[in-house]
């Protein structure tokens, strides 16, 4: 018996739209300890790792593990159908080959049950190795949709290059280039809007810009996002899901083409 | 492709000032080449072809333009050149990635035989030219590009001046001929010219376009695929997709393709190798499979 109920409802519903583009179908797993989500694209370039904690919710019950394998795009269809402030709360009987999601109305005047059909996916569980960084920049959210967003309209990839002056996006393509730079900027007032930069040495990678689009979905889940680089290793963009988990994206760099990387 | 009459340049041409009129045959229609043809003579000379009852090519009848191409061969008072771009050429040109507008392959054309004409030595004073675009820009254009010589761009040209109908007629006949004895690159059975008048509207020329598509290669190379004609006929065709776009994607970027790393190289361990790449790295399978990266395949599309 599975019961989790989400005061927040909207949540679930930002959630999906965020990684619904990057991974069509994924198992949500749910333990005792929270609903998580793992999965990568299908060019196995990218990696969406989703936690949102059992605290988090209002109500939550999970007798057991469980795996429930479902198509992201139907379930964004159904979460479409629920209020932006209603309550959702997701069940699932043991053994059942569906899941059901309930929309409560903040008035409690209207309930609505969607049963959405469960899929078997064959995936297994990636071991995310644990790195240090060599560098972390911490900067709005809606900023780094922002840049994504203007670079992607001159190039095709990006490089994220952090120094001590700052970090810089910058993008060539055939009709020119673009740099942008960002300072370190860290408002007392407004600690949404800070840009901190915590660097261990110099790092400069390169990304293709369509992940880094994609993974901006995410802006509206959170003021802030973390970007997480290391040579040799895939970046980190976190969004942070307040008081309850994060929503991580993984994105394996682009290299020379003579360089190999070593496995 | 021109079959140069005036391969040895004419001795009064070398000494006189001499006007040339340029003009184009074929621009519109959908199939064949566009012909750009040139027809000089000296200044003094001009007269004499006003009464050689040149008009404009579309006006005279075809016996009358072949006629007329034959005594304008003979006549040692008259030089003449063409230039023919084949459909292959025009489809590159107007589909690569840098595309080139017809009206830019025209002035590059008309601009090819000036220059043709003045390194066989011939002193050319004056060019009346057809416009292709807006006349005064076409006309400045010409004008940097050959100082001292005056341009004359015109609408209509060829029905103003005589030595533009020459050229129309030279043009027209080329062009004709080309198509009358095209030889199709492609070895299909059931190939006709019944192409009608290759404009686009025509119900033959359509009859003929729909009677030779492919689902795979589009049409044989007489048609020029960059005409909106043609789209329509792709409607059904077979989706092909083109491995080097992937890499022509990365090109562009610095001049230097970078390679996307995947998950698994970077200590992403523990997923399973996905159904699809084990089939094709063809691993344990006949080396016959493997040698020629054949898959298996469930759905066919």
Redesign the interface.
């Known amino acids: 018996m599975l019961e989790l109920r989400l005061v927040q409802g909207s949540l679930l519903k930002k959630v999906l739209e965020a990684i619904r583009e990057l991974v069509t179908d994924a198992n949500f797993d749910c333990s005792g300890t929270g609903f998580s989500l793992q999965a990568?694209d299908s060019?196995?370039?990218?990696?969406v790792a989703l936690l949102l904690r059992a605290e988090g919710f209002e109500h939550y019950r999970c007798d057991r593990n469980l795996s429930m394998g479902m198509n992201l795009n139907n379930m964004a269809k159904m979460l479409r159908c629920a209020g932006n402030d209603d309550i959702i709360t997701i069940k699932a009987d043991d053994g059942s080959d569906t899941v059901t999601f309930m929309f409560e109305s903040p008035k409690q005047d209207k309930i609505a049950d969607f049963e959405m059909k469960l899929m078997d996916i064959?995936?297994?569980?990636?071991?995310?190795?644990d790195s240090e960084y060599q560098a972390i920049v911490r900067m709005p959210s809606a900023e780094f949709m922002r840049i994504c967003k203007d670079l992607s309209s001159i190039?095709?990839?990006v490089v994220i290059s952090v120094t001590k002056e700052g970090v810089k996006f910058s993008?060539?393509?055939?009709i020119g280039s673009a740099n942008i730079v960002c300072r370190q900027n860290q408002t007392v007032d407004k600690p949404e809007e800070a840009t901190i930069i915590e660097m261990q040495e110099p790092v400069s990678l390169?990304f293709?810009l369509r992940y880094m689009n994609s993974f901006t979905k995410a802006s509206s889940l959170s003021d802030q996002v973390t970007i997480s680089l290391s040579s040799?290793?895939?970046v980190v963009v976190e969004y942070k899901i307040a008081e309850m988990g994060y929503i991580r994206f993984?994105l394996?760099?682009?290299?020379?083409?003579d360089e190999e990387?070593k496995? | 492709m021109a079959d140069a009459a005036a391969a040895t340049t004419l001795e009064w041409a070398t000494k006189e000032p001499c006007l040339m009129g340029i003009d184009e045959a074929g621009r519109g229609p959908v199939l064949g080449p566009m012909v750009y043809g040139c027809m000089y003579c000296a200044r003094s000379y001009n007269d004499t072809l006003a009464t050689l009852k040149f008009a404009d090519s579309k006006t005279l009848k075809e016996e009358q333009r072949e006629e007329l191409f034959e005594s304008l061969k003979v006549n040692s008072s008259i030089g003449w050149e063409v230039d023919v771009i084949c459909p292959k050429d025009l489809s590159a040109k107007m589909l690569k990635r840098s595309k080139v507008n017809l009206n830019e392959i025209s002035h590059n054309s008309a601009m090819g035989l000036v220059r043709k004409v003045l390194d066989m030595g011939v002193l050319l004073a004056e060019v009346y030219i057809d416009t292709v675009g807006d006349p005064e820009k076409y006309r400045i254009k010409l004008t940097e590009k050959f100082p001292g010589i005056k341009f004359v761009v015109a609408k209509k040209a060829d029905s103003l001046y005589p030595v533009v109908s020459g050229a129309s007629i030279v043009a027209k006949v080329t062009r004709d001929r080309a198509l009358r004895n095209w030889v199709f690159d492609e070895t299909a059975l059931n190939m006709h010219m019944k192409t009608g008048s290759g404009y686009p509207g025509d119900p033959d020329t359509k009859q003929w376009l729909e009677d030779h598509k492919h689902p795979v290669f589009g049409f044989p190379t007489l048609v020029r695929f960059s005409w909106g004609t043609c789209t329509p006929f792709f409607k059904d065709a077979v989706e092909v997709t083109w491995e080097s776009d992937d890499v022509d994607e990365d090109a562009t970027n610095n001049g230097r393709a970078k390679r996307q790393v995947k998950l698994s190289s970077l200590g992403f361990t523990g997923f399973k190798r996905k159904t699809e790449e084990i089939e094709s790295s063809g691993k344990g399978r006949c080396k016959f499979f493997q040698a020629r990266n054949l898959e298996l395949v469930r759905k066919f599309q």
């Open positions: 990568m060019s196995h370039v990218a990696l064959d995936s297994e569980h990636l071991g995310i190795p190039g095709d990839t993008t060539s393509g055939e390169t293709a040799e290793l895939p993984y394996a760099p682009k290299i020379e083409e990387m496995p």
